[in-house]
């Protein structure tokens, strides 16, 4: 503590040399180097846990190793409304909830469109094991909400409209939305959204997050 004679490295050297011991060494602290999970990639996932791997500044990502001390996600329903998850993908088939649409056919199981919507599924919550990456919430449940996503698709903003209301009306909690256009711009999904965030979750409102974009 801050009221001890020496520090750890003082005390050990006194133990030492005393005469008593065989060895004595401090306990230090490896906080930065350590990794708070197991899973294969998660020290490149600096976003989570940063220390500092891409010669970027200790410490700047979202704490997810303190915020995992409180809650993984459980009992939390993520509706992606993207391209499609991978149902059977093994980072994430244990977190895949029962029910996917299909905002196309208006059909369900949904369909992979392609693979923006299983790589953003695998950031939200990929499972925690020894294997991939480890999501934010690893412990969620993925509802998969799948659209083309190409704005020359016949009545594309009704149909992205469509995958927000049957995420609400099929128990999302959080509404994840990793894409957004100028020309997407319609009553269709603004009405959508508000439905959300008023109606979801039995009134208190679901939580609709949208990209900001990549440039």
Known sequence: TKASDKNAMELANQFFESGFFQYSEPDLMLDNILNCVNDTY?????????????????????????????????????????????????????????????????????????????????????????????GVAPNCRLISVSSTLNLMTTNIKQKLADGINWSVQNGAHVISNSWGHNDLVSSYIDDAITSAITNGRSGLGCVVVFATGND
């Open 42 to 134: 998660f020290p490149q996932q600096w976003g989570l846990r940063n220390t500092g791997q891409y010669n970027g500044n200790t410490g700047i990502d979202i704490r997810a190793c303190d915020a995992w001390n409180l809650s993984t996600g459980s009992n939390i329903n993520v509706a992606v409304v993207d391209q499609g998850i991978q149902l059977d993908h093994p980072d994430l088939q244990a977190n895949i909830h029962s029910l996917s649409y299909d905002t196309e056919n208006a059909t369900s199981p949904s369909v992979v469109r392609g693979d923006h919507g299983t790589a953003c599924a695998g950031i939200i919550g990929a499972v925690g094991n020894t294997a991939g990456i480890r």
